[in-house]
């Protein structure tokens, strides 16, 4: 790490250790912030599109049939972020059919994420957002994939860095503290999430965020967790009651801005661009989800309509819930999920599939796989089928 390019840092300090090389150490939060017009804006803006969101969550009668989805959505665009070759197709068809999918560590990892999501959802009901409950998510995001050596649960006792692949040391882009520095950095981390006052709760969570990727207190999965700290803390802070939005969708498709933003705010203390970047994320997201959630509820409805009048039986009724949390199903899975016979299960998806909503993947006689193509192209937010190029097609 040169510590030329952080001798404008207004937002820490670069210290040489023992061994030699350069660290960035970040001040405690939070700095001074410019409040300019822009900024105003922005907040304004992503908080207008959080309500909208919030009332649409409120509406639903049953939140899981979209948080569902969305977890998931949301996972396999994180971890992409950090190279994963995945998508929400694999994935959803794991789920369904557990047959070994493409890009199987991937498909782990991405699990993995939607495991660690709903178990800090869950704790937040009894443990506030807290360095305890890092560690916690840690150890359900790392456990049984790359990384799992890597001491999951457990803040790092060595040195790490960032930089191109294969890298070393003294060629790194950024170098986080080191050890000592690091815990007392979390330390102050910490005391700021419990006490932050007269700051927007939406640049509270980008400092945040900030901060802990600037610490990166983890040998492995410091990006993964730090996005899902922005989910828990919108939740644990009440600005998103149900977790429908995803905002690694804005970091994947911005990738390169989001990782020179981060950094710029240790070069030379450019807090402003970067919470502008993140407001603008969280704003445009929102809206997304909104948009997404309509005509998801809008297709509901279409099929439950479509059902009644062709006085569907209380079985094909009972499977679209189960379609709208993965739209791929298996007449042994769905016997099991329902309690109902296997003749029974799979009677009712061959009606569905003379009904158009379900059709059959992959061409066997036995173990058949169905995929409701139409729903599964809403959920990955292609309302319009899918794309030219486009991953994530189910097999065919």
Same mark, same amino acid.
């Given at each position: 790490?040169?510590?030329?390019?952080?001798? *404008?840092?207004?937002?820490?300090?670069v210290i040489r250790?023992?061994?030699?090389?350069? /660290?960035?150490?970040?001040n405690?939060?939070p700095?001074p912030?410019?409040?300019?017009?822009?900024?105003?804006?922005?907040?304004?803006e992503? #908080?207008r599109?959080?309500?909208?969101?919030?009332g649409?969550?409120?509406l639903?009668?049953?939140?899981?049939?979209?948080?569902a989805?969305?977890? *998931?959505?949301?996972?396999?665009?994180?971890s992409r972020?950090?190279?994963?070759?995945?998508?929400?197709? @694999?994935?959803l068809l794991?789920? /369904?059919?557990?047959?070994?999918?493409?890009?199987a560590?991937?498909?782990?990892?991405?699990r993995n994420?939607?495991r660690?999501?709903?178990?800090?959802?869950?704790? =937040?009901? $009894?443990?506030?957002?807290?360095? *305890?409950?890092?560690?916690?998510?840690?150890?359900?995001?790392m456990?049984?994939?790359?990384?799992?050596?890597?001491?999951?649960?457990?803040?790092?006792?060595?040195?790490?860095?960032?930089?191109?692949?294969?890298?070393?040391?003294a060629?790194?882009?950024?170098?986080?503290?080191?050890?000592?520095?690091?815990?007392? &950095?979390? @330390?102050?981390?910490?005391?700021f999430?419990?006490?932050?006052?007269?700051?927007?709760?939406?640049?509270?969570?980008?400092?945040?965020h900030?901060?802990?990727?600037?610490?990166h207190?983890?040998?492995?999965?410091?990006?993964?967790? %730090?996005?899902l700290?922005?989910?828990?803390?919108?939740?644990?802070r009440?600005?998103l009651?149900?977790?429908? =939005?995803?905002?690694s969708?804005?970091?994947?498709?911005?990738r390169?801005?989001?990782? /020179? *933003?981060?950094?710029?705010?240790s +070069?030379? %203390?450019?807090?402003t661009?970067?919470?502008?970047?993140?407001?603008?994320?969280?704003a445009?997201?929102?809206?997304? &989800?909104a948009? #997404?959630?309509?005509?998801?509820?809008?297709?509901?409805? +279409?099929?439950?309509?479509l059902?009644?009048?062709?006085k &569907?039986?209380?079985?094909a009724?009972?499977?679209? #819930?189960?379609?709208?949390? $993965?739209?791929?199903?298996?007449?042994?899975?769905l016997s099991?999920r329902?309690?109902?016979?296997?003749p029974?299960?799979?009677?009712t998806?061959?009606w569905l599939?003379?009904?158009?909503?379900?059709?059959?993947?992959?061409?066997?006689?036995? $173990?058949?796989i169905?995929c &409701? #193509?139409?729903? =599964?192209? /809403?959920?990955?937010?292609?309302? %319009?089928?899918?794309?030219?190029?486009q991953?994530?097609?189910?097999?065919?």
């Amino acid at each position: 790490m040169n510590p030329d390019e952080f001798s *404008r840092s207004t937002s820490g300090k670069v210290i040489r250790t023992v061994q030699g090389y350069w /660290a960035f150490v970040p001040n405690p939060l939070p700095p001074p912030i410019e409040y300019d017009h822009e900024v105003v804006r922005l907040i304004s803006e992503a #908080d207008r599109g959080l309500g909208r969101l919030t009332g649409i969550g409120q509406l639903l009668p049953n939140p899981h049939l979209l948080i569902a989805p969305y977890v *998931r959505r949301e996972a396999v665009l994180s971890s992409r972020i950090e190279g994963t070759q995945a998508s929400l197709s @694999d994935l959803l068809l794991f789920e /369904a059919a557990e047959e070994k999918p493409p890009h199987a560590p991937d498909v782990q990892e991405v699990r993995n994420y939607v495991r660690a999501m709903e178990y800090g959802l869950q704790r =937040l009901k $009894n443990l506030p957002l807290s360095l *305890r409950l890092v560690r916690e998510i840690h150890a359900r995001l790392m456990e049984g994939v790359r990384g799992e050596k890597k001491r999951p649960g457990e803040f790092r006792r060595v040195q790490n860095w960032i930089g191109p692949p294969g890298c070393s040391l003294a060629a790194a882009t950024f170098v986080p503290p080191p050890v000592p520095e690091m815990h007392a &950095a979390l @330390d102050e981390w910490e005391k700021f999430l419990h006490n932050a006052k007269d700051i927007p709760l939406l640049v509270q969570c980008a400092l945040i965020h900030y901060q802990f990727e600037a610490v990166h207190p983890f040998v492995d999965g410091n990006g993964r967790v %730090g996005r899902l700290l922005i989910t828990f803390f919108l939740c644990e802070r009440g600005a998103l009651p149900q977790p429908l =939005l995803y905002l690694s969708a804005f970091f994947e498709h911005h990738r390169d801005e989001y990782y /020179a *933003r981060l950094l710029e705010v240790s +070069r030379s %203390g450019d807090w402003t661009g970067w919470i502008k970047f993140f407001l603008r994320g969280i704003a445009t997201q929102a809206s997304v &989800a909104a948009e #997404d959630s309509q005509r998801i509820l809008k297709l509901q409805q +279409r099929y439950r309509e479509l059902l009644q009048k062709r006085k &569907a039986s209380p079985t094909a009724i009972a499977i679209m #819930d189960e379609l709208f949390l $993965n739209p791929y199903v298996t007449a042994t899975r769905l016997s099991k999920r329902l309690k109902v016979s296997f003749p029974t299960g799979q009677s009712t998806i061959e009606w569905l599939v003379k009904a158009g909503i379900l059709r059959e993947i992959t061409g066997r006689q036995r $173990n058949r796989i169905y995929c &409701a #193509d139409e729903l =599964l192209r /809403a959920i990955e937010g292609k309302p %319009g089928g899918p794309r030219r190029g486009q991953q994530g097609k189910p097999p065919s």
